[in-house]
């Protein structure tokens, strides 16, 4: 789990941190790469409502879903009117490379064991994620519209990251 | 001894059994009305926006018989939901709901499914 942790939080911020030395992301790659942690987690999230039996868990799964879903659509609503193209960058790739590994490693694992490896992983995701946004993404964003939707991702994900540690106490 | 302990006068209370039947019945006739016309015509609706993840201020002055009119403007799902549960209104982004004001006293608030949204409404009388 430790290892897990780990691994995500470095593949998600070593790019970030090589980035931010020169002069940061772009909004094209900062929408990119919000949108990409978005579709993960909904993704992360279908997979526990095929594969959890827990009430608890169930619920949070479908907050997640329709949470990130709803970002997401108003990131696509926002660069579309924008005209901008999100922009792949190894920060977004890093990211989806880090959960396809989790993906399949969460199935192999059954019931009360995958209940508590998809309550951490989800601890640790959004950690990173707010990490990245408010101590990169934000303060990189030009555009006033992008940047306030990321506050308010920000906002959502600390929610997120707050209702996902209460949960790993009742799952561990 | 019947009950006078609606006679408001500061005058010796009348023990007559009559006169003190009738003066209770004019007493509840008047309570009954001042507590129907002019609690209708206090009564007031005041809106609660949800935005960016948060309640906006909780009104001021709040009495029962009031009407919460709570609006999602946020882009997600949330819920107004009492601690003490005389309330719970879930809302999709762009919907409103309402709810009456029934008791008076201090009910905490927050969204079921963001429970880090909160609010406290403090009711009157």
Redesign the interface.
């Known amino acids: 789990m430790l290892r897990t942790l780990i691994a995500a939080g470095a593949l998600a911020f070593a790019p970030i941190a090589a980035a931010a030395h020169d002069t940061g992301p772009n909004d094209a790659q900062i929408a990119h790469i919000a949108y990409t942690a978005g579709q993960l987690d909904v993704a992360a999230a279908q997979q526990a409502l095929k594969k959890s039996t827990n009430p608890e868990v169930r619920a949070f799964a479908e907050?997640m879903a329709?949470?990130h879903a709803?970002?997401n659509d108003?990131a696509v609503a926002l660069v579309t009117r924008l005209g901008v193209s999100p922009e792949a960058n190894p920060t977004s790739t890093a990211l989806t490379e880090a959960a396809a590994a989790t993906h399949d490693r969460l199935e192999t694992l059954e019931g009360a064991a995958f209940d508590a490896a998809y309550v951490a992983n989800e601890v640790a995701f959004h950690r990173t994620v707010n990490t990245a946004l408010a101590g990169t993404l934000i303060p990189h964003a030009d555009n006033a519209e992008l940047k306030a939707l990321l506050?308010?991702g920000l906002?959502?994900f600390?929610?997120h990251q707050?209702?996902a540690e209460h949960l790993a106490s009742s799952v561990r | 001894m019947p009950n006078t302990s609606r006679l408001r006068s500061g005058r010796p209370v009348v023990e007559t059994a009559d006169l003190t039947r009738r003066a209770a019945l004019l007493t509840v006739a008047a309570s009954a009305a001042a507590a129907a016309l002019p609690a209708a015509a206090r009564a007031r609706t005041h809106t609660i926006v949800m935005e960016k993840m948060r309640f906006g201020p909780s009104p001021t002055g709040l009495r029962v018989g009031d009407t919460i009119v709570w609006v999602n403007r946020d882009l997600f799902r949330h819920t107004a939901t009492a601690r003490n549960r005389s309330f719970d209104v879930d809302l999709v982004p762009g919907a409103s709901g309402r709810t009456i004001l029934r008791t008076p006293g201090t009910v905490d608030y927050i969204c079921r499914f963001h429970p880090g949204m909160t609010g406290r409404l403090i009711v009157a009388s």
């Open positions: 907050l329709r949470d709803a970002v108003h506050e308010t906002s959502l600390q929610s707050a209702h």
